[in-house]
C-alpha cells in the first residue's frame, strides 16, 4: 500500500490497483447505484479478476492471518461485520484495523499480512486475481503469527478480539477491542 484515497472514484481506484500502485488504505469507494422504477443496481467490482468466493463467517471467529505472494483479493461485505487487521509482510509492528460493514468493498494486495475478525454472523465476497482453487489458492498463500486473538468476554457477554503484540504482555490501551 503506498498512495493516498481522498477523492478517488472507484475507477481510479482499481485503476491503481492495475498499475500495481497500491492505495495506502483497504476501503474501495463505490459509485452512487443506478436507481429507477424497476429497482437498483450498484456495480460492486468494475475490474477483471479470476475468482470469485461467497464466505459465510460464524459470529467470533478468525479468518486469515496469512498473506500472498502474488494475489490481492476485493472483499464485498454482503451482510454483518469485519474487523480487518493489515501490516506489512515481516512487519513486526501492530496491524492497522479497520471495521467494515454490509456494503462496503475493501482490498487487500500482495504482501500484506491481514486478518479478518467476524463479531456477529456474516457473509461477504472475495474477487480475487489469481485462480482460487484449493492447490493455487494453498501455493499462494504464506500463514504468520495470529495478529488477532479473539476471546469470549462474561462481562460484554460476546467474543471480543485483542491485537496480539508479542513485546507487550497487556491488552491495548483501553482494554481488549470489541
Known amino acids: 500500500m503506498g498512495r493516498p484515497t ?9 485503476r491503481l490497483v492495475d498499475e500495481e500502485k497500491y492505495p495506502d488504505t483497504p476501503l474501495v469507494p463505490l459509485d452512487e447505484p443506478f436507481v429507477n422504477s424497476s429497482g ?3 456495480n460492486v467490482l468494475l475490474k ?19 498473506y500472498h505472494k502474488t494475489d490481492w483479493h476485493y472483499s464485498f461485505v454482503v451482510s454483518g461485520t469485519v474487523v480487518y487487521g493489515w501490516r506489512p509482510s515481516g512487519s513486526t509492528a501492530l496491524p492497522e484495523v479497520s471495521e467494515f460493514h454490509a456494503g462496503q468493498l475493501f482490498f487487500t494486495p500482495p504482501m500484506v499480512e491481514h486478518v479478518m475478525y467476524f463479531p456477529v454472523p456474516t457473509t461477504f465476497m472475495t474477487f480475487a486475481r489469481n485462480l482460487r482453487d484449493h492447490v493455487s489458492h494453498e501455493s499462494d498463500v504464506v500463514r504468520v503469527d495470529p495478529l488477532f486473538s479473539v476471546v469470549w468476554s462474561e462481562t460484554a457477554g ?3 478480539y485483542k491485537i496480539n503484540d508479542p513485546d507487550r504482555r497487556s491488552s491495548p490501551p483501553g482494554g481488549p477491542l470489541s
Request: proline content about 0%; hydrophobic content about 40%.
Open 40 to 42: 437498483r443496481i450498484l
Open 158 to 160: 460476546a467474543f471480543t
Open 48 to 66: 477483471r479478476f479470476t475468482s470469485a468466493a461467497w464466505i459465510e463467517s460464524n459470529a467470533g471467529s478468525l479468518r486469515a492471518n496469512h
Open 6 to 14: 481522498s477523492g478517488f472514484t472507484h475507477a481510479e481506484y482499481t
